[in-house]
């Protein structure tokens, strides 16, 4: 028993001093993929782009450049005086897509339709298989 905790003490004590405390996935590293992740902090405001979530919590451009504090600035004043393409422009600093965007279809069902069917196929595949083959096939009538 005192061997083992010696190892164990000695594994986490071979470490760096800050490896318990950096914000990288240990995981990825330690399967030797090369490459390791950071981890999100999610006590972070984030963006989220959906319908449920009209106003989300944070602006979709955190950094802005020359230009768009121009706009930013042009955006204090009148309105009336701010061009189609430079209200739109407004618009696309603080959201991604426009509700129309966000509700137009993706064509996922297609997907799912496919899988459904060809999960449907195998089925009937081992269904028929069982017919010819199976302890249970003097019950099928194909």
């Given at each position: 028993m005192l061997r083992l905790i010696a190892a164990r003490g000695g594994r986490?004590?071979?470490?760096?001093?800050?490896?318990?405390?950096?914000?990288?996935?240990s995981r990825a590293?330690?399967?030797?993929?090369?490459?390791?992740?950071t981890a999100v902090?999610?006590?972070?405001?984030?963006?989220?782009?959906?319908?449920?979530?009209?106003?989300?919590?944070?602006?979709?451009?955190?950094?802005?450049?020359?230009?768009?504090?121009?706009?930013?600035?042009?955006?204090?004043?009148?309105?009336g005086q701010l061009t189609k393409e430079e209200k739109i422009a407004i618009y696309r600093l603080a959201f991604q897509r426009t509700y129309p965007e966000m509700k137009r279809s993706t064509g996922e069902w297609k997907t799912v339709a496919g899988?459904?069917?060809?999960f449907l196929g195998l089925?009937?595949?081992?269904?028929?298989w069982q017919s010819y083959y199976g302890r249970w096939g003097h019950f099928i009538i194909l």
């Open positions: 986490l004590l071979a470490r760096p001093p800050g490896a318990a405390l950096t914000p990288v996935c590293s330690s399967h030797g993929e090369g490459e390791a992740s902090d999610m006590s972070r405001p984030l963006y989220w782009n959906r319908l449920d979530t009209p106003l989300p919590d944070k602006p979709f451009k955190d950094v802005l450049n020359e230009e768009d504090t121009a706009l930013k600035q042009k955006e204090k004043g009148p309105w899988g459904i069917f060809i089925t009937g595949l081992v269904v028929i």
